[in-house]
Structure formats: C-alpha cells, structure tokens
C-alpha cells in the first residue's frame, strides 16, 4: 500500500470513528447514573483529541509531499 492510499484509509476510518462516537453522545443521559455518565464524556473527550491528533498528523504529512525538494 503506498502512502495515498494508506492516508486515504486511516482518513476514512477516521471519519468512521467519529461519526459512531457521535452516536454515543446522545445515549448517555439514559443510563441515568452521573458518575458513569461523566466517566463516558471525558472518555469520548479524549478519543475525539486523539483522533484529531491522527488527522492533524496526516495532515502535516500530506503537507511536507505537496513541498517541493530543493
């Protein structure tokens, strides 16, 4: 698999992962426990800045390609 497609794959998944998290969030209030509640939502806090952080580095290597060699 070269670069590309690899970016395109974890670009993807990416995308997936946040869209079912974004599932979870309106769930929550029915588990009617508020320590488990706050336990969910800092957790899906932290999964969304670690994906961000995967997008971000994507991003960064995609821009270093575009740089043309001097």
Known sequence: MD???ATEQ????CKTI???MMKIHPAVPGL???????????TLYE???QVEVIKKRLA???KNDDTPQL
Do not use: F, P
């Not at 009617?32 to 800092?42: G, L, S």
């Open 3 to 5: 670069r590309k497609a």
């Open 10 to 13: 974890i670009r993807a998944a």
């Open 18 to 20: 946040s869209t079912e």
């Open 32 to 42: 009617a426990d508020k320590e488990t509640q706050d336990e969910i939502y800092k």
């Open 47 to 49: 999964l969304t800045k």
């Open 60 to 62: 960064k290597l995609e």
